[in-house]
């Protein structure tokens, strides 16, 4: 198990390096034009170009500057994101300061996404799986259904529409200066962009669930249980779910650490100033450096992410150890 | 002078602007002074964030020019912060006694400052002095700032030497004792005083650890000083008091209530003084300001009350929902302006550079249309010439480009196409390869990019094809001001004269000075070719330049003055032709309803915020 | 003499299942069962027939442009569709779609928006399957070093954040005039099209890899080997139809995350250019206004969620086709 988890770990690290190699290339040395101008933002004096210019070591040879980019990946305090290259000349502070003051909006939102999205995709997933074209199947897959195939800024705005300006059931976009994130949740500013984004995958998972324990009750193992006496609740639950959720476990941890580096559409409906609001908005600033930093931070979630849903796989299905 | 909403003072020797009548309904509320009370929380909404993170020297835009001159930075002359028809356009003395007295050979100006204002926490026990506003104008003058109307200064004996690096200090500026401002100018200029009503002239307090520093408090924040401005107006931002003004600048923590992108919020000053200010009324408590979110979220919020108001233009469905409902029409406020919006070409790019091209594009572009597009006639009259026609009256029907309903006549465009060298074959059409795929470049807030998809069929059926980039307000109006961008057309921009004054509205627009590292001369006009080619640009051949017809309207007076920018404006429609005017700009704002006394500040052309108040003080 | 005719299914009498039968297996071609199962999901034929209809109309779009209404999608119409505040009029009988806020034609917009989701759909999920089959079968053929090296290299590729790198890309050289590589790399279909494609191609490779394992065990195989056919044909030959099934079924299944993950570019304003009309371009477009043109909310909404639904239908239908054991 120790030597799987190593070589996993290992092989993420390997990944975090194409990563810093390939984000390196795309935002420093492939876009034509002086980096330190495009660094520089919307604050192009010569003095601001010159700090760019010699913070990013465009004076140095090329793997100075790959060095000191690629600190920016590694998470450990002082390099990570350093102030040094990864700093925002628009509005003079560092890279690191903006995102982390957006964090908790981000983690708020996926997070509580997430729990909503698993606790509506994993029931449905199950009863449809266990009830073959019955009612509550055809109800679960038609949800499901309808859930892949509305795109979800067209879902957030319908909703922000109905239910906060109509109906008036939940607030408005945004939080109010000064309210902090746990305070939000509770005054059900979430609620609408947890639906919003939980719509699509429980639809998604309902129906990966479905099919994979539908396969999986087929197979023998099931059967052994079923001969053993064991209740039916038993075997789906404590067998059958458990070896089908597999596929669930793994895409999960891909679209939580994806989702951590902002769900850019639904922050944007709903006003949220999280992190994936922040990339956007930078990008239609031409500030440079900080969609570099947001790149970066979901990268390196999702590399991170990918290394604890291997571990997960892990203790699920033993034949993994092995491998 | 300020980037889409911003007017400034009048000299009080120009007589036209207080008489100018504007030609749409300018709608007033019925302001009773009684009956308005003090207390609550302003919200408003910004679709964009600002433009320089507020700093005074480098702002330059309507809705910042309104957070610095209502809140945060009196000047030694200001105004009464009323609309247009109220005065507003009229030099008053703000942190001055009086207005300045004058010498005979019209060289120097004196200013007398009112003793006993005190700066906002932590500096409260610092008064405004005369070397306050020595060392603003020290720092407008040093090139590491940057700021973006200097050339008001040039004026100024010595303040062009500090910018070439010859001198440290100005010499036209001495403060002979701590409340005398002497001002030496080097040639009589008599619209002098409204220059020390922008933002860039706010006293800056001597540094406490260090009180010979000479840029005081604002030592080493070239890029940052918005934060850290020390209030002498009725706000501060939350969190200033906090500052520590003696460790080294980039020690310095800013104010919690400034979140660059996010939020910000401004507090009661405490040491403003009511008295000294006869014009700010600060009925409000705090302003809360949050940046981000679309204009129709941000309409539907001031609907509902959870804002009171945003800093864009409402969109047509939102003018036409205040418009009809009864119970919303009186907060859809709208105001005249001495603002433009229009289409800039840049005379170094291609197909740009050639006069028969431009005079072609000021026939084929369907102004009425653009006009439906934004909302309407309440958004203002169609523009036919450059300088609107409330600052020169005398051009009202002076229309060069007349076209039936001003839709725009393909058939003129074309004429005027066809003795283009880019029409080879003089069929009216463009057709060299400059032609093609030019850069336009938009702004993406709604409803621009409309209009920008309007303006490229109109450019289509002359021949021209482009190709468009979107970017935020400010974003957009950076790339369209930085002549290193070499961007051949920006349709999205608007204009509104810095003061009441003609050359105030020219100035920044066509003068050689206002290049860029400057601002906003943004057709290149008066650039030389060693200019061009130190920018890169393919064309090098000088471009027109009329800085003389310019320095010949500065001394004149009355009548004359105004004729004689009258025909600056004619001799840019038909000769030089940089821009298609499209739309003379009123100002127009809603509001939630419980917002009481909305006047526009005419000195910015924007919701005047020093004076709101709030329905029962809530 | 009478020629002995091996029994039919038909010969059973009518009323019986047409599946788990020998006798169907020797007359009829894999390919027809699964017509016949396929057949049997009347949702999936009718999305069928909808994606069909839409084929046609993207097809047929420009032609409909120029001879049915006589204008295309970018002309505007500014007096005849805005009133005069600029709110667009509603579906008449010369705009049936209604207008959009600028001014044009939202019928026509609707069937170009239609070959841009198709164009992303079978271009782009096309490369995919391309470079994934590829990939797979030669990774699963030859085994051994090959397959430690392409799987590596796939992994590592289903390990990068692609769609935030395109973000990056699409920043990077967005910005500049001409875009990157002398304008290779520009914002644009072509642009989301290839990343869509590096997004997919893993997917397809690991799940072609995996059936090519399981096949080449078997003895249709080892017989081919035997007659002598070399490498290459066997992979063409023998494995490749096979897989094409799964592949299929996963084709359709993706190609609506594909269309709605272009939707979405778009609606960010990083995907088509302005004048390609886009439902997802659309929808954004209408996010504002919808409270009082509906039909610019409801019309490219429709045809997007009808499009994406019609191809997880399909897909559904194939899937349930080709597993045995999903008895009707």
Known sequence: MTRYLLRRALFMIFVLWVVSILTFLIFVKLPPGNPAVRAAGRTQTPETIAAAKHALGLDRPVWVQYARFAKGLVPWPGWFLNKQVYFSYSNFVPVRTMIFSRLPVTLMLAAGAAVVWLLIGIPVGIISAIRPHSAADRAGMLFALFGVSAPVFWLSYVLLYVFWFRLHIVPGSGIPI??????????????????????????????????????TMHEDFIRTARAKGLSERRVILGHGVRVAITPIVTLFGIDLGYLLGGAIIVENVFNLQGVGQLGIQSLFTNDFPVVMGVTILAAVFIVVANLVVDVMYAFLDPRVRYE | MVRLVKLGALAAALTFVATACSSSAVRQQPSSQAGLQRGGVFKIGLASDVHQALDPAKEYYTIGWEFLHCCLTRTLLGFNLKGPNEDGNTLQPDLATALPTVSSDGLTWTFKIRSGIHYAPPLQDQTVQAQDFIRALLREAESATAASYPFYYSVIKGFDDVTAGKAKTISGLSAPDPSTLVVTLSSPAGYFPYTLTLPATAPIPASPSDPSAPLGAATGHILNYGQFIVSTGPYMFKGADTIDYTKPADQQSGPSGFQAGKSYVLVRNPSWDPATDPYRKAYVNEIDVTVGGTVADLTNKIQSGDLNTM?????????????????????????????????????????????????????????????????????GPIATHNIPNTMVPSLNSYDPYATPSESGSVDKAKAAMMQSKYDTNHDGLCDAPECKNVLMVIDQTDPNPKMAALIQSDLASIGITVRTQQFQTTTMYTKCETAT?????????????????????????????????????????????????????????????????????????????????????????????????????????????????????????????????????? | MQVATRPTIDSFGPGLPEVDSVASVATRTPRQIIWRHFRKDQLAIASLVFLALMIAAAITAPLVARYLVHHGPNQLFINQTLDQYGVPKGPNHQFWFGADDAGRDLFVRVLYGARTSLIVAFFATGISVVIGVSVGLVSGFYRGRVDTVLSRFTDIIMSLPVLLLALGLVAGCGLAANGCLGGLIRPGLLLVSYVIALFNWPYVSRLVRGEVLRLRKKEFVEAAAAVGSNNARIMLREILPNVVAPVLVFTTLII???????????????????????WGKMLSDAGSIFTVAWWMMVFPGLFLFLTTLAFNLVGDGLRDALDPRTIR
Request: proline content about 7%; charged content about 15%; overall charge negative.
């Open chain 2, 485 to 618: 961008e070499q961007v051949p057309i920006c349709p999205s921009e608007g204009w509104y004269a810095d003061f009441a004054d003609p050359y105030a509205f020219v100035t920044g627009l066509f003068s050689a000075a206002s290049l860029t590292p400057s601002c906003c001369d943004d057709s290149e006009l008066g650039a030389t070719s060693a200019q061009l080619a130190g920018w890169k640009y393919k064309i090098t051949s000088a471009t027109p330049n009329i800085d003389g017809d310019l320095a010949a309207c500065i001394p004149l007076q009355g009548t004359q003055r105004t004729d004689c920018y009258a025909s600056i404006d004619k001799n840019l429609m038909e000769n030089i032709v940089p821009w298609v005017p499209y739309r003379f700009a009123n100002e127009v704002v809603i509001t939630s309803p419980n917002v009481r006394n909305y006047h526009l500040d005419a000195s910015t052309g924007w919701i005047s915020l020093a004076l709101i108040a709030l329905n029962g003080g809530k």
């Open chain 2, 311 to 379: 800093d864009a233009l409402p969109t047509p469905e939102g003018v036409r929902l205040f418009e009809t409902t009864p119970s919303l029409k009186p907060y859809l406020h709208s105001d005249a302006t001495f603002g433009t919006y229009y289409i800039n070409m840049n005379l170094a790019m291609a197909p740009f550079d050639d006069l028969n091209v431009r005079k072609a594009v000021n026939w084929v572009v369907d102004k009425a249309g653009l006009q439906r597009l934004v909302g309407g006639p309440i958004l």
């Open chain 3, 256 to 278: 609506p995350n594909n269309i709605l993950f272009e939707a979405a570019l778009s609606f960010l304003g990083i995907g088509v250019p302005a004048t390609t009309p886009s």
């Open chain 1, 178 to 215: 000064g309210e902090g994130v746990i305070s939000a949740a509770l005054h059900g500013r979430f609620l609408l962009p947890w639906f919003a984004l939980a719509l699509t995958y429980s639809a998604f998972y309902a129906r990966i669930l479905r099919s994979s324990l539908i396969d």
